[in-house]
T-cell receptor, first 111, second 115 residues
Framework: DAGITQSPRHKVTETGTPVTLRCHQT?????MYWYRQDPGHGLRLIHY???????DKGEVSDGYSVSRSKTEDFLLTLESATSSQTSVYFC??????????FGPGTRLLVL | AQSVTQLGSHVSVSEGALVLLRCNYS??????LFWYVQYPNQGLQLLLK??????LVKGINGFEAEFKKSETSFHLTKPSAHMSDAAEYFC?????????????FGTGTRLTVIP
């Protein structure tokens, strides 16, 4: 997985609670991304980062926020989790305008 | 706007048969094109990509794809399916020169290989 770890790998939480997912890379890549994967939708971009403290919204950013205080870490926060945010979340990294490398994913269940 | 269409959410082939997974795209500029594979409970792994140059690109595990601009297609093929090819395959497009080079994915095709 190209030096990418995600934590936790699995999480069950309740509606209305805050949740933070972490992506950590050891590749010193500039760009980092958060996607969610849902049946019938493929992967959809939530937020991305093009440098420390530089982030922007993706296609499905509502209800999510991100932070990147260090090159190696990109955090995804669900301020108040909802059942519609039950999904598998993938982090990706890239160092050019070409290939993205994906982490192993985090399965989130919101009850 | 850019989009990716994968025809067939499920494809079944016999072991040893040809694998053909279809991908069509729409894009306002010449795109970069990718195929990723996802095995159960794993992340996505790059199979192959087209950026510039030769339109027939070869990837890992015997897969290849051909960029056909006139047909806006990037179909994935493998001459002889193996049981280990059973997985979900995603076609994706990005637009070079558009900042962080965000990927837009198709909805995926699940490949089943029948012994």
């Amino acid at each position: 997985d190209a030096g990418i770890t995600q934590s936790p790998r699995h999480k069950v939480t309740e509606t209305g609670t805050p949740v933070t997912l972490r992506c950590h890379q050891t590749e010193n890549h500039r760009y980092m991304y958060w996607y969610r994967q849902d049946p019938g939708h493929g992967l959809r971009l939530i937020h991305y980062s093009y440098g420390v403290k530089d982030t922007d919204k993706g296609e499905v950013s509502d209800g999510y926020s991100v932070s990147r205080s260090k090159t190696e870490d990109f955090l995804l926060t669900l301020e108040s989790a909802t059942s519609s945010q039950t999904s598998v979340y993938f982090c990706a990294i890239s160092n050019s305008q070409e290939t993205q490398y994906f982490g192993p994913g985090t399965r989130l269940l919101v009850l | 706007a850019q989009s990716v269409t994968q025809l067939g959410s499920h494809v079944s082939v016999s072991e040893g048969a040809l694998v053909l997974l279809r991908c069509n795209y729409s894009s306002s500029v010449p795109p970069y094109l990718f195929w990723y594979v996802q095995y159960p409970n794993q992340g996505l792994q790059l199979l192959l990509k087209y950026t510039t140059g030769a339109t027939l690109v070869k990837g890992i595990n015997g897969f290849e794809a051909e960029f056909k601009k006139s047909e806006t297609s990037f179909h994935l093929t493998k001459p002889s399916a193996h049981m280990s090819d059973a997985a979900e395959y995603f076609c994706a497009v990005s637009l070079p020169g558009t900042g962080a080079n965000n990927l837009f994915f198709g909805t995926g095709t699940r490949l089943t290989v029948i012994p």
